[in-house]
């Protein structure tokens, strides 16, 4: 039984997706190119014109909502692909018999790459959170003679496994390399006269938010960056148990175009963040009550220079359970660190591996584009905030309060003195 024959055109920048010659197929890309909507359509097209299995991947895939199905279900009912059926998890072409499955790689790679042998085609989309582990593991799985595996991201640096894999390490004859942008839609008159005048605004006031979020470049990142971007977004793809304590980081607005943000966790994981502008000292103590459910129990960290010091006395006044923390002060460990800010900021890069964030775009900007460098005495100091927004910035404020969120300095240790009990 032939499948109803329905007319799908793709941008002509994806045609060498119908070359043979390719193993793999790398296509980056940032908003609005299109990459996977057309990988989308491709794959459909692909299953209409002969039995095949595919399998949707993604690094990080809590439950089927992380995945490509809603896509794949939302292009079947816009093109009328009546020979399509699916099930709550899997879509089934009724006409030549082909299978889509949707799976994640993080939880249990191995196990979970194990089911996917004997399939024809693998689409990877989000690659830029995939691991080196994952690559190496996946790579020879799909190797039915003829199968193919696609990777669509936007990459984050220039050294993310993706792109060390198959492009520069060294490049490899069997790899289909497309770069892409918006200006694939643009040509196509398919961008709002919104969405045009978002993008003018990011290229005249954020370029390089512009050139990541819209060129598909990646994000500047040196061997000062105290965190890499991979790790960030690995830790806001994450999920881990909520076992453990509620704590809360509060960074308060310093000037006018700053930020008040509160961050709360429950143990190791991001449970909720708020951010306010041009709020005053009263109003942010009010609305921080609102942000504990008014538990008094709940620990909060707030960052107790300059205003932050009003803050502190006034949730105090009112019975909350703070600890301030003058992140200008010395650090407890002052071998290492000058001053607490820097003792804090790798306290957060040694659980980074560990932690579960929320996905926020400023949180993973000012994460991974702080730097460092050593001081006069060989200690590590994270560079000041001032140097950070000369560098064309904006304040940190989300950073600083989630590395309050999950930074509590030791105790001091008792000093014990000889025939003292």
Not at 186 to 202: C, Q, R, T, V
Not at 279 to 294: A, M
Not at 329 to 344: F, G, H, L, T
Request: include cysteine; glycine fraction near 6%.
């Amino acid at each position: 039984m032939e499948a109803p024959k329905t007319t799908v055109q793709l941008p002509i920048e994806y045609a060498p997706l119908f070359n043979s010659w390719w193993r793999h197929a790398v296509i980056e890309g940032g908003r609005y190119s299109l990459k996977s909507h057309t990988v989308a359509r491709y794959c459909l097209l692909e299953a209409r014109r002969h039995k095949m299995r595919t399998a949707c991947l993604r690094q990080f895939q809590k439950n089927i909502s992380d995945s490509s199905y809603q896509l794949l279900l939302d292009l079947i009912d816009k093109y009328g692909f009546s020979d399509f059926t699916w099930t709550k998890d899997s879509i089934y072409n009724t006409a030549t018999g082909s299978e889509f499955l949707f799976k994640g790689l993080d939880r249990n790679v191995e196990t979970t790459i194990k089911s996917l042998e004997g399939v024809d085609l693998a689409w990877v989309d989000e690659a830029q959170t995939i691991t080196s582990k994952s690559i190496r593991i996946l790579t020879p799985t799909i190797r039915k003679p003829g199968s193919r595996i696609i990777w669509t991201l936007n990459r984050i640096t220039d050294i993310d496994p993706v792109i060390s894999y198959f492009i520069t390490d060294p490049p490899r004859r069997d790899v289909l390399h497309l770069e892409l942008d918006y200006r694939i839609a643009l040509k196509n008159g398919w961008l709002s006269d919104e969405i045009k005048y978002e993008i003018e605004m990011a290229r005249l006031n954020h370029p390089e938010d512009y050139a990541h979020d819209y060129l598909g470049k990646a994000i500047n990142q040196t061997e000062r960056n105290i965190i890499s971007a991979v790790r960030v977004m690995a830790a806001m793809g994450r999920k881990v148990d909520d076992e453990g304590a509620i704590e809360v980081g509060v960074d308060v607005a310093r000037l006018g175009n700053d930020r008040t943000v509160f961050v709360k966790r429950k143990g190791m994981r991001e449970a909720r963040r708020a951010s306010y502008t041009k709020k005053r000292t009263n109003e942010v103590c009010d609305l921080l009550e609102k942000f504990v459910d008014f538990d008094k129990s709940v620990l909060i960290k707030i960052d107790d220079t300059g205003v932050g010091g009003g803050v502190t006395d006034q949730m105090k006044e009112r019975g909350y359970n703070v600890m301030p923390i003058n992140f200008g002060a010395a650090a407890r460990d002052k071998n290492r660190y000058p001053n607490m800010i820097s003792e804090a900021w790798f306290y957060l890069q040694s659980i980074i591996d560990e932690i579960e964030l929320n996905e926020n775009k400023d949180l993973l900007t000012e994460l991974s584009n702080r730097e460092w460098k050593m001081d006069k005495q060989g200690r590590r100091q994270v560079e000041s905030k001032d140097d950070y927004k000369k560098r064309g910035y904006r304040s940190p404020d989300e950073a600083d309060a989630t590395i309050l969120c999950f930074y509590t300095p030791p105790k001091p240790k008792k000093v014990q003195y000889a025939g003292i009990r």
